[in-house]
């Protein structure tokens, strides 16, 4: 495995030998390291400073079920700290085979003229973007299908990426071809476009697989996390609702976020469910598809195919908890149809639905929309494809619609919006997004499986350290959360992959020992970057205004946010 | 002398002793101590935890020459730190008179009712604001002047502030009752918007000077500052000219920030230039007045009326150089007409005028305006107060403007706006702007008549740190820097005005006593908000991009600024 470097202003490439200090890390870990030593943490994201890495987890590249994600960072615009998002699709499959360890895409070109970067073996072409540039996601991608053929990864932007709004992310196709596995947060989409860079192209034709050191001993550690995953209970339910079935969860716990963060249960969840979702989808037929892997190989396949009521015509897919979240209770909208057509139209954007959600849920406490009213929210949406100045406000996320409109509930940490689990509520993740370096996100570390009564302030820092510590350990592998269902009863086979992989002698501590230099990595990056304890709070109003029907704020004493990595 | 304290919520009132620690400040320096002791830094500064606090300097209310200016602080929505915003007119004298050492605003109501705060001898009283509401600041100003009378002080906020729009500032009404001394930079007309106070109404009416212990001193020392300041050759020049001759001094440096400050020097200069408005004033007659005083007792008198042509109407009062540069040159505009107009537009809106000219020439780069075109900035300014979503960014400062339409050429420190003196061309300007806890502010620390070759970047943190240190310490007066004419051929005044005064000791070294503790407090509660030495810098691309004609970059090196207050 190399790092590859493209400079795109001189558009010179090179093939380098993986450092030293970098070699043990992969994906998430990787990416905070190569960051810390080669970016300026006070640099402009947007100028020529920044750089976009991609790293696939040290694990991808062997078609593991959940186990191919690709590792995309830089400094985010939208939090102004490290940032890491990550993606299922082919992506990270793809570069994985190239032998990349590493892609570092550095500077911007000096010229307007867009480009689409093509990667195959050995090898790096520079092809013009023209064409596509101005087009959606769907549109790009097909194009984009039309010249390189069905058998490539492509990691792209959309116009919002092109106009360097910072809720943009970056979209890699699944195996299906779909382009809407979304490396969604922080703004990397418009770090792909401040340097002009419309898509990436994977072409591995040709490569093998990476090497194995121990194959046997490989084959074995894999066969035994395969049965612990297929086994797990979860990863049934999870086929058949996917992450919708958190709707009901969240609302149980009085923790959904709804009405922009005013209430913690929903009248209506019942219409928005998994539940409801499985049985729409099932009723509908043709295309539509209540299970769908993302990654070739993945057991759970816990993604959806939300068709047209016609049958013919895909909506969008997945549709996710996350995107019901914010899209729906949080705008009082309460019917899945019109959740996919916006969920459809800020794919098509190349935003990040988590945060667009919450601007638009910003807007309705501005007074320029009506929670419930869906064709007001499409037409919001609209109005970010139209490039008006509202539409411009909306794509640079919750935080400056807040700003821009005065209003004071806004749902952000490090100006980056939190995603569909109320903190006042459901107090671990308050934890998380309170003190992860990446801004406010769930993925950062799940507290909501955790056996602790969630409206209470004790103890959540311990919960939230765990899974904070465990996901920077996963996105350090490539791992998908629901990886963890086969980790959970059989913790043994990550060293045990790792190690015949590698050839290296790690111990079950590996997954900590991963997440506690990640973290580390992350918190120095920020550090340097000017981030203080000060930027590791939840908004003020979350710690006066009570959420109901518990009616509880947010109470995890300060002093025990700071010492969460006092390790 | 005693503090008052006014809880806008309960409406609760106190008159208190002035505690120990307070005693021998007053202006900026009380505001950062009080700020310090009673404000939690991280705090929402839209939020109830805020307080908006009104301070007269140390020598307020004897109708000193160029000494009675008001200050006013709070943490600030624009930078999120330490503010104090200054102005003449008749605030400080007034509140001085009522004993007010300092006016502290609490709370925020949790009704929606506007209110207007009557402060008279040892009472105050809330009447209701409802008919003002929405108004501009003029007819606003007009009204309160039928309703209170022609001899008291009012300090008012505009539609801007009322929307809590990041550029809002607070308006004094000057001796003839033009409501356009503006404490303008940093937001603190949204704090008092926030407050939902439309206006303070101060009747000294039956109050008293403030005790002198010492007179025989006091108007010795008096006398001393009165002929230096008379005799000093700028007090002439600033009464012919006023501060728009600094126009030719900055174009001359190659520092006139000129289309958005991408070039030094404007090539119309001339038509905006102080010669140029004071023949335009003497020309047009009428009510034009090319010298006038804010401020009772003022012998420099640096302020002008600038009349229709009509010379029956006044279109602005005054017309100063900083607007002059961020809405003449910065937008490419020469006439002086439509400045005018602008000015206007933006005081009645109670907005400050940098601010708003910054985020003109940010939108220029944008592509919603040309370079130039004077109508277009007119309408763009009407845009904020049809509240528009575009309107609302412009009122939101150069920064947000700059965020939200992708603009990397963005005047901000602090995210506050870089005033009229190009710190690439003016590099001792460039330590200040960095440097100080305020944000951008020229007025914290000019260097442009120093000793100094001003494109070399040597030298340049001794002589902004001196200034720094004199105009904290001026503000800590209630000076303006006009009158450091008067101190600089007679720096004992100072300590021998004060110490008649009070009855205090000090000795020549007060001006930098004053500066230095007002500083220490100010980057103390920054620190406490979560300021780092990443923010003491300009935006990168000023150490990137060259400014035309000297086609010099900010170079200054980092470790000088880090360590420029290493007392």
């Given at each position: 495995?190399?790092i ?18 970098w070699?043990?890390l992969g994906g998430r870990g990787l990416l905070a390291k190569i960051l810390l030593d080669e970016v300026?943490p006070?640099c402009?994201p947007?100028?020529?400073?920044n750089k976009l890495v991609f790293s696939p987890g ?11 994600r690709i590792s995309i960072g830089g400094k985010s615009p939208l939090t102004g700290g490290v940032k890491e998002a990550n993606a299922?699709?082919?992506t990270g499959?793809?570069l994985?085979?190239?032998?990349i360890k590493a892609l570092i895409i550095e ?48 990691a ?13 992310g970056i979209?890699n ?9 979304i490396a969604a947060r922080g703004g990397l989409g418009a770090v792909m476009?401040?340097k002009?860079?419309?898509?990436i ?215 980056q ?19 992860t370096a990446q801004g406010?996100d769930?993925t950062c ?27 920077a350990?996963?996105d350090s592998?490539g ?39 990640t973290i580390?990595n992350e918190?120095e990056f920020n550090?340097?970057a ?38």
């Amino acid at each position: 495995m190399n790092i590859w470097r493209i400079n795109v202003n001189s558009q010179q490439f090179s093939i380098e030998d993986v450092p030293t200090s970098w070699q043990h890390l992969g994906g998430r870990g990787l990416l905070a390291k190569i960051l810390l030593d080669e970016v300026t943490p006070t640099c402009d994201p947007l100028g020529p400073h920044n750089k976009l890495v991609f790293s696939p987890g040290l694990l991808v590249g062997h078609r593991l079920s959940s186990l191919d994600r690709i590792s995309i960072g830089g400094k985010s615009p939208l939090t102004g700290g490290v940032k890491e998002a990550n993606a299922g699709g082919r992506t990270g499959y793809h570069l994985a085979r190239l032998g990349i360890k590493a892609l570092i895409i550095e500077d911007r070109p000096i010229e307007d003229n867009w480009q689409i970067i093509y990667l195959s073996k050995d090898s790096v072409r520079f092809d013009d973007a023209a064409e596509l540039v101005g087009g959606g996601v769907y549109d790009s991608a097909s194009q984009l299908r039309k010249k390189y053929g069905d058998q490539v990864a492509v990691a792209l932007i959309g116009p919002g990426g092109e106009k360097k709004m910072r809720a943009a992310g970056i979209q890699n196709i699944d195996i299906d071809y779909y382009p809407s596995r979304i490396a969604a947060r922080g703004g990397l989409g418009a770090v792909m476009g401040s340097k002009k860079i419309k898509a990436i192209v994977i072409d591995a034709e040709g490569c093998e697989s990476p090497p194995i050191i121990n194959l046997e001993a490989f084959k074995d550690a894999r066969k035994r996390y395969t049965i612990a995953l297929t086994n797990h209970p979860q990863t049934t339910s999870y086929a058949d609702y996917g992450t919708a079935a958190m709707a009901n969860m969240c609302n149980g716990f009085g923790g959904l976020p709804t009405r922009n963060f005013s209430q913690g249960t929903f009248e209506h969840v019942e219409k928005i469910a998994g539940e409801q979702l499985r049985e729409l989808l099932i009723e509908r037929g043709g295309v539509s598809k209540t299970t769908h892997a993302c990654m070739a190989g993945c057991l759970i396949r816990c993604s959806n195919v939300f068709g047209h009521e016609n049958g013919e015509r895909v909506v969008v897919s997945p549709l996710e908890y996350e995107t019901i979240g914010l899209m729906g209770s949080n705008l009082g909208i309460d019917d899945l149809d019109v959740i996919a057509r916006m969920n459809r139209e800020v794919n098509d954007l190349g935003l990040d639905s988590i945060e667009i959600g919450a601007a638009l849920g910003v807007l309705c406490d501005a007074g320029l929309m009506t929670f419930g009213d869906g064709a007001r929210a499409l037409q919001l949406i609209t109005e970010i494809r139209s490039l008006t100045p509202l539409g411009r406000v909306i794509g640079n996320g919750a935080g400056l619609t807040g700003q821009i409109f005065g209003v004071e509930r806004v749902p952000v940490v490090k100006n980056q919006a939190i995603s569909a689990y109320d903190p006042r509520a459901i107090k671990g993740m308050g934890v998380t997004y309170a003190t992860t370096a990446q801004g406010a996100d769930h993925t950062c570390g799940m507290t909501i499986r955790a056996k602790v009564k969630h409206t209470q302030a004790s103890g959540q820092i311990k919960h939230s350290r765990e899974a904070q510590l465990k996901m920077a350990g996963y996105d350090s592998l490539g791992a998908c959360i629901f990886a963890g269902f086969g980790f959970a009863d059989a913790m043994e086979t990550i060293s045990g992959m790792v190690n015949a992989r590698y050839g290296t002698e790690y111990g079950k501590n590996l997954l900590q020992q991963l997440g506690r230099e990640t973290i580390e990595n992350e918190r120095e990056f920020n550090h340097r970057a000017g981030f203080t304890k000060a930027d590791d709070r939840l908004p003020e109003w979350m710690t006066r205004e009570p959420l109901p029907p518990h009616d509880t704020v947010f109470d995890v004493p300060e002093e025990e946010l700071d010492s969460i990595f006092d390790f």
